[in-house]
């Protein structure tokens, strides 16, 4: 929890070619190895965090709910281009809508494939959502706030209603489109320490910040946030809670970072930060790609050195260094070769942790 309240916002991926999720690295990465059960008890048990739609679909903090309520609203009432598109979608499947409602108040949690779909207009999409009517259902209800996923099935999320799962103790209370800027300004910049508008609209609620000049200055005004520069640089503000940081005892460790990964969520800042060039090579043929297919950037003290492109081969129980590429003036070390095998520890460790 000290680890979720301190970046706020952990990110969800499906893809786990490295043997874990992102949502279990980006813990890994501060914790070392670590029982990933933990972290499934603290969101489906605890519930002290939930699935919602942060700077992308993510775990966020159930603390942090009157801030994400404010997105909790219905698209009928929303005047953006995409939201008009879903509202009429909506509407045109009103029955698809009762019919998911129904089904999950009267028999829930389900999964999508337990819902039968009787669209009676299908979802266009140029991609893989193309005539996937339940499932677009399922997440617009979700991104409305009348659904939240409650477990998962495999690869299935196990979705029920919102106002049964969220606990008793969830804070309810309604701020203003001011007020839950300025909140989530406060704690997207304590999370980055230092950071520039454009970094800080990047993270935690990217794209839904109400108001973020208004809150930066108001922050400013408050002396929660103080303007500063980086290497003679200036447009930056720096947290309050981070003013001391000279003083504070800071030990520096070699770890590889999920590529989703808070610290370098943001390419733009990544390489204004730390000069590295870092994109996601996934969907990039593999001829084109330049570090690999699943990439895990090194990060050795205050310097993200390389990348090591990993696979890791389930059947052996063994994780598979496919490419390891160093920054100009790096290389192997010591430091790097216990980072990897860390890395093998966690992800090869016996444990039902493949829930989130």
């Known amino acids: 929890m000290e680890i979720a309240r301190s970046i706020r916002v952990i990110q969800i991926d499906s893809i786990a070619a490295a043997g874990a999720r992102t949502q279990y690295l980006v813990p890994f990465s501060r914790l070392g190895p670590y029982d990933r059960a933990i972290l499934d008890r603290l969101v489906f048990e605890d519930r002290r965090l939930f699935h919602y739609l942060a700077h992308a679909a993510s775990l966020v903090l159930t603390e942090d709910f009157p801030i994400f309520a404010g997105r909790m609203r219905p698209y009928s009432k929303q005047s953006n281009k995409w939201a008009i598109r879903v509202a009429e979608w909506m509407e045109a499947n009103a029955h698809l809508r009762r019919q998911v409602l129904n089904a999950i108040r009267q028999r829930g949690p389900l999964r999508s494939r337990d819902i039968e779909d009787t669209a009676t207009e299908h979802w266009q999409s140029t991609g893989w959502t193309a005539g996937r009517n339940v499932n677009q259902m399922l997440e617009r209800l979700w991104i409305e706030g009348e659904i939240t996923v409650v477990g998962r099935d495999g690869s299935q999320r196990l979705w029920d209603l919102a106002n049964r799962w969220f606990p008793a103790w969830t804070p309810r209370e309604r701020l203003s489109a001011k007020a839950r800027s300025d909140r989530a300004v406060e704690l997207s910049l304590r999370a980055l320490g230092v950071a520039t508008e454009g970094h800080v609209y990047q993270h935690f609620m990217r794209w839904a910040y109400e108001d973020l000049k208004g809150s930066l200055r108001r922050l400013v005004d408050r002396g929660e946030a103080i303007p500063a520069s980086v290497a003679g640089r200036r447009g930056f503000y720096l947290h309050r809670d981070h003013v001391d ?74 994780l598979v260094v496919e490419k390891l590429l160093f920054e100009e003036s790096f290389g192997m070390t010591a430091a790097v070769q216990r980072a990897i095998d860390e890395l093998e520890t966690f992800v090869s460790a016996n444990g039902s942790g493949s829930a989130s």
């Open 245 to 318: 940081h000279e003083a504070a005892p800071w030990r520096g460790r070699t770890v590889l970072l999920s590529p989703f990964d808070n610290l370098i969520a943001d390419r733009v800042r990544t390489k204004m930060l730390f000069d590295f060039d870092f994109g996601i090579e996934i969907y990039v043929p593999a001829a084109k790609r330049k570090r690999g297919y699943y990439v895990l950037p090194i990060l050795s003290g205050d310097r993200l050195i390389g990348s090591a492109d990993v696979r890791f081969d389930r059947q052996a129980r063994r």
